[in-house]
């Protein structure tokens, strides 16, 4: 099945202590994006990759990391979490970059920074 | 400074009437136009999109319509169905000159009634 695997679904953590949350896509996409999702801002890209090796920043990039070794997964990278990261995170995916070429998301993932 | 914006957070109907979703933009520079659909606990679905050559495409039940002069886009359902509950997302995006970015509004929450 062709999809956007997200992973975890949720997450709980502290302030200061980093982590990682993966992201990797079977349908051979060139770009994959990362978003966030809050109330009443509607999703703002953090980042994007066109290709391997090759990312950019989006919208709201500050606190965020990402890296693009292989085709298939992105995972997008907290140093030091902040609680103004507490938000829903989606990570998507597309053929060829976003003009003419729909997004494919994720389930999502809950992050809380306490 | 939102470049798309939903100005209903939420619109209720009925089953079988017409919803309408409006989506203003500000920026010249976007020409491609999409609407996605959310669930709970899933990650959003595209719906339909419009390039800035049309000012209208229909797919099924879903028309989406296009006023560049007045930088405007609505998204007709008809009729409406209860399984059309569901969150509403306005994004647009430019050509290379303006990043490949995709820019969302915040969103409009549809209830239809049985």
């Known amino acids: 099945e062709a999809q956007v695997t997200q992973n975890p679904r949720y997450l709980i953590t502290v302030t200061g202590k980093k982590l990682t949350v993966t992201c990797s896509q079977n349908m051979n996409h060139e770009y994959m994006s990362w978003y966030r999702q809050d109330p009443g801002l509607g999703l703002r890209q953090i980042y994007y990759s066109m290709n391997v090796e090759v990312t950019d920043k989006g919208d709201v990039p500050e606190g965020y990391k990402v890296s693009r070794k292989e085709k298939r997964n992105f995972p997008l990278i907290l140093e030091s979490p902040s609680p103004n990261q507490t938000s829903l995170y989606f990570c998507?995916?597309?053929?060829?970059?976003?003009?003419?070429?729909?997004?494919?998301f994720g389930n999502g993932t809950r992050l809380t920074v306490t | 400074d939102q470049q798309v914006k939903q100005n209903s957070p939420s619109l209720s109907v009925q089953e079988g009437r017409i919803s309408i979703l409006n989506c203003d933009y500000t920026?010249?520079?976007?020409?491609?136009f999409l609407w996605y659909k959310k669930y709970p606990a899933e990650g959003p679905t595209f719906l339909i999109s419009i390039s800035s050559i049309k000012d209208k495409n229909e797919d099924g039940r879903f028309t989406v319509f296009l006023n560049k002069s007045a930088k405007h886009l609505s998204l007709h359902i008809v009729p409406s169905q209860p399984g059309d509950s569901a969150v509403y997302f306005c994004?647009?995006?430019?050509?290379?000159?303006?990043?490949?970015?995709?820019?969302f509004g915040g969103g409009t929450r549809v209830l239809v009634k049985p």
């Open positions: 920026n010249s520079m976007f020409d491609y």
């Open positions: 994004a647009a995006s430019g050509n290379k000159a303006a990043g490949n970015k995709l820019t």
């Open positions: 998507a995916s597309s053929l060829w970059g976003i003009a003419n070429s729909p997004l494919h």
